[in-house]
Structure formats: C-alpha cells, structure tokens
C-alpha cells in the first residue's frame, strides 16, 4: 500500500477511533488495518495512535499527522476532480431526515448515481445531532434553525410551510380567523430533538413573528406520526407544505390562517471543515440544491 492509501486508513481510523469499523468503511481486513499503521509509525518514528481495549485515540503526534493528512488527501482529491474529466468515487455517507429524503432526494437519485458511477451512497436517517466526524459521516441534511455546530453550512433551500387541522377537529373546536383566535384550541406538541421542548407555532402578523405554544394532548417526536396525530383531530399542527400537500388536495387536512403564514423553514447542508473540499461532498451538494430547485412549489431555493 503506497503512502497516500496508509494516510488514508490513519485518517479514517482517528475518524471512527476503532480499527475494526474503519476497515470495515475501506473493505479491507482487519489486519491490513492495523500492518498499516505499524509501518506508518515505523516510518515516521513516533507513536501516532494510543489503543485500549475500548477505544482508539490519536497521540498528539497523532493529532498533528491527523491534521496533515487531511489537507493532502482534500488537495489530492481536488486536483484529481479539477483535471482530466474524473469523476468522484467512493462512499459517500449522508445523514438526512426521512421526510425531507423521500421527497426531495431519492426521486432524482437515480440519475445522480447514473452520472457518477464511481460513487456509493450511505443513507442514515434522524434529525439528531450528528457526530460526523466519529460517525464517519460525510455530510447531514437538516430542516430549521440551526445551532453552533462548528460544522460548515450551506443553506440549500427555503421551505413554505402551513399551519393545518381535519375538518373533524375544526367541526369540534371551530376555525380560527386570527391567531388571537387561537385561544381554545389545542396543538399537537412536536417535541424539538435539540432542547426538548414543544416547537411553538409561529405566524407572520403586520412584518412581525409571533410564537403561540398551544396545550396539548398528544405529543410525538416523529413528523410521519405528526401529520398522522392531526388526520385523526387531534390538533393544530405547522409542517412543511410538501408534507401535506396531498392531504390538503384530499380535504383530509385543513389548511389553518394563510393570511397568517409562518416563517420560511430553512434546510442546511452541514459538513465537516476537514472535508469541505471533498470532491464527493461538493458534487451532492450541487446536485442537492438542483433538486430542491426543482420542486418550486415547495421550496424555494437559494
């Protein structure tokens, strides 16, 4: 194995600080794994790994030869993609929100795959906060503001959403006209994976946003059992559009004060600054932002 191919196992070991899942991520034997690092340390005369029985971490020589590697492989990486028509190869992992998935990634997928043959694509699926770089994660899709990460973001689209309820639940408690009139009523609480609390709803009165947290009966932590909550009546919920675009054609679902729309949801693309010049990563991301161009009516891209 040359030694750009060793900085690669090294970097993917201090990655996943486990020999066994980094070479299980590069398809190569266990002992490959670790013949490799043997003749890195051999050939650079420190120790660059510290190994328990648990746990793999970079010495701080480690650390240091860590960093290197990174900025050779991303320059290596794009240079091969600038020159001579290559295209990227290899795994690309990705973590995105199921909803968010189905709708907009995987209709165009085949396509994408198509033009670039060379690559495999992982998908993970959640809305949780990501370790990517222990995870061996390439890139996450995220809906909604987003916090201090340290990771890199690129703001891919704009969401429209809508504020809904079935006609059984309006039948029962009324239909509001203003959100004052939202008095009354009951939301379904969807519980926000970042603080633990209901999402409020929000509403654009006179410029202005205004938050309403509404009582609630059922709470859920799922977008799938969310829309699900509200076709049985049991309260308001606010959603993307495209999540409930068929139920509002249906008149399963109710569309709530659009004189009152809430604010545009944002959806990020958040990688790691160590791969921010992945050729893998760049061409996903352009290819993403393409997609959610594609479906104007539900999101409005940036």
Not at 100 to 113: D, I, K, M, V, Y
Not at 199 to 206: G, K, M, T
Not at 224 to 253: F, K
């Amino acid at each position: 194995m040359d030694r750009f191919d060793a900085m690669r196992v090294f970097t993917r070991i201090v990655e996943r600080r486990s020999f066994t899942l980094a070479a299980q991520d590069l398809g190569l034997p266990r002992s490959t794994v670790t013949e490799v690092v043997q003749q890195l340390e051999a050939r650079v005369g420190v120790r660059l790994l510290q190994r328990t029985t648990r746990h793999v971490t970079p010495t701080l020589d480690g650390e240091a030869y860590h960093r290197r590697c990174l900025a050779i492989i991303a320059d290596v990486e794009d240079a091969d993609a600038a020159f001579g028509d290559a295209k990227p190869k290899g795994l690309l992992r990705v973590d995105v929100h199921g909803t968010l998935a189905r709708h907009f990634l995987l209709p165009g997928l085949p396509a994408f795959l198509e033009r670039y043959p060379g690559l495999e694509l992982h998908l993970g699926e959640g809305d949780r906060l990501v370790d990517l770089v222990r995870e061996g994660v390439d890139c996450v899709l995220r809906a909604g503001d987003l916090q201090d990460s340290g990771m890199v973001a690129r703001r891919v689209a704009m969401l429209a959403e809508a504020t809904c309820a079935s006609p059984a639940y309006l039948a029962r408690e009324g239909i509001p006209r203003t959100p004052d009139e939202l008095d009354g009523h009951r939301m379904i609480g969807f519980v926000s994976s970042a603080t633990g609390n209901f999402l409020p709803l929000e509403f654009i009165v006179a410029g202005v946003l205004r938050r309403i947290t509404l009582p609630a009966t059922v709470s859920v932590v799922n977008a799938e059992t969310n829309v699900m909550a509200a076709r049985l009546g049991l309260g308001i919920i606010q959603v993307p559009r495209y999540h409930v675009e068929a139920d509002l054609r249906a008149g399963t679902l109710v569309e709530l004060l659009p004189e009152f729309p809430p604010d545009l949801m944002p959806v990020s693309l958040l990688y790691p600054h160590s791969r921010q010049l992945s050729p893998r990563v760049r061409v996903f991301i352009e290819w993403l932002t393409r997609e959610f161009a594609r479906h104007a009516g539900a999101a409005r891209s940036l």
